[in-house]
């Protein structure tokens, strides 16, 4: 497994941008698929955006497409996710996770953060 920790959160206007980061510990995190999901009070964990351990395929909810970018640096061991456009339903603690596959469905990822509060105001 890998150790992973989020950093970028905070309070953000509504149509305000921020960019959140998580650094990897291990020699390992080229190996991984990378992943965000976020977590809004009272509801489930939801998929947000995926990487492929080479960068060369992403892939996004809906409801973030175009507006959230994920990219990875592996010689940094990290991955980030920049957020524009915000809007209050944005709201949610995000997290990173690695795994072996590129999925949407978080039980396919068996290395958590421990995610890291965005707030957008209206």
């Known amino acids: 497994q890998v150790q992973l920790v989020e950093s970028g959160g905070g309070l953000v206007q509504s149509e305000g941008s921020l960019r959140l980061s998580c650094a990897a510990s291990?020699?390992?995190?080229?190996?991984?698929?990378m992943a965000w999901f976020r977590q809004a009070p009272g509801k489930e964990r939801e998929f947000v955006a995926v990487i492929s351990r080479g960068g060369d395929f992403t892939a996004y909810a809906s409801a973030v497409k175009g507006r959230f970018t994920i990219s990875r640096d592996n010689a940094k061991n990290t991955v980030s996710l920049q957020l524009a456009s915000l809007k209050p339903e944005d709201t949610a603690v995000y997290f990173c996770?690695?795994?072996?596959?590129?999925?949407?469905?978080?039980?396919?990822?068996?290395?958590w953060g421990q995610g890291t509060q965005v707030t957008v105001s209206p």
């Open positions: 996770a690695a795994g072996g596959a590129i999925a949407s469905d978080p039980a396919q990822y068996d290395s």
């Open positions: 291990g020699r390992t995190f080229r190996n991984y698929d």
